[in-house]
């Protein structure tokens, strides 16, 4: 009998999760990219993850951290990144421009044209949570941006610094949003004055997850996740009368609003952040779960490159959107949530599934086309004919069997039914899902729904 770990990081070519963007994404039209965190015990090595992304059709990533490997493996692959510069190194950045021109030369230049660095993600919400830091936030890009300049790539790479949505306060109804006062004159005018001179957007984390969970029940979950609202639930901005169906484009509206109250409105919004938790504290944080998770991040892929609406407001202007996060971070601290917001795990085993059908040219493939091969229903399939067949793929068969072992995750329930289905998986995996290979004389059969339960993982999965 084959006794291998059934959890070696999944084939490639097993993955069905497929983040494709329509071919005009790359000329401009919205795009929905993900983000890359490497807090991550078991990351694909560089070269490993960029297959990866391509094998997704990943065409806008945002590196959290720089990470010089990756930037090197990105070379040649055609995949725009959105390059975080992190807070720690704001101070340096912001009191010398050789400083700022050093950066840029190692984490820029160095892989410039082969890595396409298209924007600068300068700090992360400092004006929120980093208030110290917020004096160098402009001084800090305006060396940058001079840095870029020139190198000549002030056309190419745009620089931005994400804000937390807290920055907008009384964002609902969205018409009656505005920027903190505070925050308007020593920060927010001059940078918006610098991003409609360099045509560079706003950059929001925008996170309907925390409005939903810290508005105690006011906002209904069906908003949050873009699901259809019953008649008569929509929001409707009494000013406007403009209608809301969902809370990611009110947040956007509001973003919108605030803009032109400065007179900014030609400065678009760039979702730099978005995303949902799959799991978490069950009692502390009822909404992050796998459901739900599944809910938002299609939804959002439908809303924002299928349905391409705008938002009431602005039904020309599609945001663009990074989804938070690729990769669970599992060394992250914070709620039980923190690890939990990864479409897949570090080695590129999805999360969950994500349900992004019927998206046209968007998806190369769906995830539920991921299939599995399992014990035909009792009336097809006695519990003899299951025993030999179960004996059959363990051991002449060399289906890998470790995992039905006593005290291995899928030996409960322990029951000839349970068993087979998972050796006739591993058997059927092994074999490419050849024709054939799902048959056990009849006792097998081809199924969509994971088989998986708690901590059984089934093959393929
Ligand atoms: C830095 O700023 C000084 C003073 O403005 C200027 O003379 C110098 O050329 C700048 N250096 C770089 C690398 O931009
Ligand atoms: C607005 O920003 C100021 C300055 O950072 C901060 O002290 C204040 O708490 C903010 N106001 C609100 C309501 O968040
Ligand atoms: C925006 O423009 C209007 C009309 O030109 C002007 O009255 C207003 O003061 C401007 N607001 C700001 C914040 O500049």
Redesign the pocket.
Same mark, same amino acid.
């Given at each position: 009998m084959a006794v291998e770990f059934l959890l070696s990081p999944p084939s490639l070519l097993f993955l069905f999760l497929l983040l494709a963007i329509p071919p005009d994404a790359a000329a401009g039209g919205p795009f929905v990219g993900v983000n890359l965190g490497t807090d991550v015990s078991n990351l694909l090595p560089p070269a490993d993850l960029v297959a990866f992304l391509r094998l997704q059709r990943i065409s806008h990533v945002r590196l959290l951290s720089p990470v010089l490997e990756i930037l090197a493996a990105l070379a040649g692959t055609g995949i725009r990144v959105c390059l975080c510069v992190p807070n720690n190194q704001l101070l340096a950045i912001g009191a010398s421009n050789s400083t700022a021109a050093a950066w840029v030369a190692r984490y820029v230049l160095h892989f410039h044209p082969g890595t396409l660095v298209t924007l600068l993600s300068v700090g992360d919400e400092v #004006?929120t949570a980093n208030?110290s830091a917020a004096p160098m936030l402009l001084p800090a890009i305006l060396n940058l941006a001079a840095a870029v300049a020139a190198a000549g790539l002030d056309k190419t790479v745009k620089i931005s610094t994400p804000h937390s949505f807290?920055v907008i306060?009384n964002p609902f109804p969205p018409s009656q949003a505005y920027f903190?006062q505070? #925050?308007v004159a020593p920060y927010l005018l001059p940078l918006l004055r610098f991003l409609s001179d360099t045509a560079a957007p706003l950059m929001l984390n925008l996170y309907p997850y925390y409005v939903l969970t810290l508005a105690g029940g006011v906002v209904p979950l069906d908003s949050a996740l873009f699901r259809p609202l019953p008649p008569g639930k929509e929001e409707v901005d009494p000013n406007t009368l403009l209608h809301y169906t969902n809370l990611f484009d009110a947040m956007i509206d509001a973003a919108y609003f605030s803009l032109r109250n400065l007179n900014f409105s030609g400065v678009p919004v760039l979702v730099t952040e978005t995303g949902w938790p799959h799991g978490g504290d069950s009692r502390q944080e009822p909404h992050a779960t796998a459901e739900n998770a599944d809910a938002y991040n299609s939804n959002l892929i439908r809303h924002l490159l299928l349905e391409r609406a705008g938002t009431p407001l602005r039904p020309e202007a599609t945001p663009s959107a990074y989804i938070y996060e690729l990769f669970d971070e599992d060394l992250r601290a914070g709620p039980a949530s923190e690890t939990k917001w990864g479409l897949f795990a570090g080695d590129g085993a999805p999360a969950y599934l994500l349900h992004v059908a019927g998206s046209g040219g968007f998806l190369a493939k769906d995830t539920a086309e991921r299939t599995f091969c399992v014990a035909a229903p009792p009336a097809e399939a006695e519990e003899r004919t299951l025993q030999a067949a179960l004996d059959w793929a363990c051991g002449p068969g060399k289906a890998d069997c470790a995992g039905i072992q006593p005290g291995e995750a899928c030996y409960a329930p322990n029951s000839v039914r349970a068993h087979a289905s998972y050796a006739f998986d591993s058997y059927y995996q092994r074999h490419g899902k050849a024709a054939g290979s799902c048959s056990f004389h009849g006792a097998a059969m081809v199924t969509t729904t994971d088989p998986s339960h708690g901590r059984c993982i089934f093959p393929g999965r």
């Open positions: #004006l208030p807290s306060h903190n505070t #925050l």
